[in-house]
Each structure stands twice: as structure tokens, then as C-alpha cells.
């Protein structure tokens, strides 16, 4: 079965390894976003205690890296919401998405420029990526609320919250059927409650690569135990939809 990773990381030069990997694994094309902005320890304390980095994503790297993939690879645009409004709004057709991250670059999902951001995606039907955490203006409820606001937008709900665990982020986001939720990272009981809460054909496969090993996404996906069309859909047809890719590959 074809396979499409919806999450994945991508530094200057990196860009061989992520294929690599990728031909190993039996995954045929990913979604990626810049990475290396910030060290792992750091971005440990910002999740839980905030802050934010000014080290600002090499999104031309990423774009020159997807052009030499033979389509392969898919950019998105990562974003930081207090300086890349207007840049984003300049290089957006050249990305077919946008990544947003109250981790790295700590705002609040209910900011002025964030709302900027999302009107600009939904305008280039480009899917919004972003990663809640536990900090007020940052929670599921907040990306709740930006959904509400902007029904025209597709807002992906980066693995499934921050805790791996986040039941009650579902519950609030479930109802919103603008709201798409990625497995990465997330335990296999919270892959399994998206699917039964949201439906399989708004959930899918990621691997936040090189943080995470691809074959450990695969094998979760595979305990799921889904029914082949389901399965279909959650590793390769909804990102296909969200990203307006051929699904007959």
C-alpha cells in the first residue's frame, strides 16, 4: 500500500537522508517543514514553561529540497506569526501548506497575526499545521475557537496534542469538521480514539522524521487494526484530498 507521511522535518542539505529513510520505510512522498530551529532541550522547557527562538526556518531550503525530489517531497511554509505574515503572503504559492508552532515561537493561538496567517492559507487552501500545548492561548480549546473562526480553513491538529494523551482535546475538537488530526508521536489508545471520534477520513499518518523513526509510525498505524479502505485513507488518500494531489498513485 502507497503511503504518505504528513509530517516531516527537513534541514538545510537533509534533504537525502529524509529519502532515504523514506525508500526504507515504503513511504512514497511527505509533507515537510522546516527544522533544526531549536535544540531539543530547550524546546522541552518552552512546551511546558514558554519562551520562543528568533532563529528564523530556512523555508527557501525546503522548497529547493522539494523541487529536487521529483515531487516527492511537499513543502510547507513554517511560520512565525510576529515577523512572517507578509512573507508568507509573498512566497505562499510556492508552498503547499503552512506550520504554525506556539512552542518554538511563543504566541497565542487568538493573536492578531495568527488569524492573518490562517486567512491567507484558507485563501491558498493550504492546511494549517499546529501543535497545541497546556499554556493558556496555546490549549486545544484555543485551536477550537481559531476553527470557529475560520470554517473555510483546514486547521491539523499536530499529534494529537502534546501529551500523547490528549483525550480531551478530541472531545473538543471533534466536533469541528475543519479540524484534521495527525498521529504522530501519540499513543496507540489516542490514534485509535481519533479515528472512532473524528472518522478515518479525518485523521492522518505522520512521522515527525528524523525525531522519530519511521517504522515505529508504521507498526502503530498496523496495531490499529483497521479495515484496508480506512487504513487507505488515514496513510495516503486524505493527504492526498488536503494537499490537491492525484490519489491514483
Known amino acids: 500500500m502507497s503511503v504518505f507521511d504528513f509530517h516531516a522535518r527537513l534541514v538545510p542539505g537533509g534533504d ?3 529519502l532515504q529513510a523514506m525508500d526504507r520505510a515504503g513511504i512514497d512522498r511527505a509533507a515537510v517543514s522546516a527544522g533544526g530551529l531549536i535544540g531539543l532541550d530547550e524546546l522541552s522547557v518552552q512546551i511546558t514553561y514558554g519562551g520562543r527562538v528568533e532563529t528564523p526556518a530556512d523555508n527557501s531550503a525546503v522548497a529547493q529540497a522539494c523541487e529536487r525530489s521529483g ?3 511537499l513543502p510547507f511554509y513554517f511560520a512565525d506569526p510576529r515577523r512572517d505574515v507578509d512573507a508568507y503572503r509573498k512566497e505562499a504559492e510556492h508552498f503547499r501548506g503552512l506550520e504554525i508552532s ?3 515561537h511563543g504566541f497565542r493561538l487568538d493573536e492578531p497575526a495568527v488569524a492573518e496567517l490562517v486567512a ?3 485563501a491558498m487552501r493550504h492546511p494549517v499545521y499546529v501543535v497545541t ?3 493558556p492561548g496555546c490549549r486545544p480549546a484555543d485551536l477550537a475557537r481559531l476553527a470557529f473562526e475560520f470554517p473555510q480553513a483546514v486547521l491539523v491538529w499536530g499529534h494529537c496534542g502534546h501529551t500523547g494523551l490528549e483525550m480531551a482535546g478530541l472531545a473538543e475538537l471533534a466536533p469541528l469538521s475543519n479540524v484534521v488530526a495527525e498521529l504522530s508521536g501519540c499513543l ?3 490514534a485509535r480514539t481519533a479515528i472512532d471520534r ?3 477520513g ?3 499518518f505522520g512521522t515527525e522524521f528524523p525525531l522519530q523513526h519511521p517504522a515505529v509510525e508504521l507498526a502503530k498505524c498496523a496495531a490499529l487494526g483497521l479495515e484496508p479502505a480506512d487504513r487507505d485513507r488515514v496513510l495516503r488518500t486524505n493527504a492526498c484530498r488536503l494537499l490537491g494531489e492525484d490519489t491514483t498513485w
Do not use: E, K, M
Open 202 to 204: 479525518r485523521v492522518l
Open 16 to 18: 537525502g537522508r529524509l
Open 188 to 190: 496507540t489508545v489516542t
Open 71 to 73: 515531487g516527492r517531497l
Open 120 to 122: 491567507i492559507a484558507a
Open 102 to 104: 506556539p512552542a518554538v
Open 133 to 135: 500545548t497546556g499554556r
Open 198 to 200: 473524528l472518522g478515518a
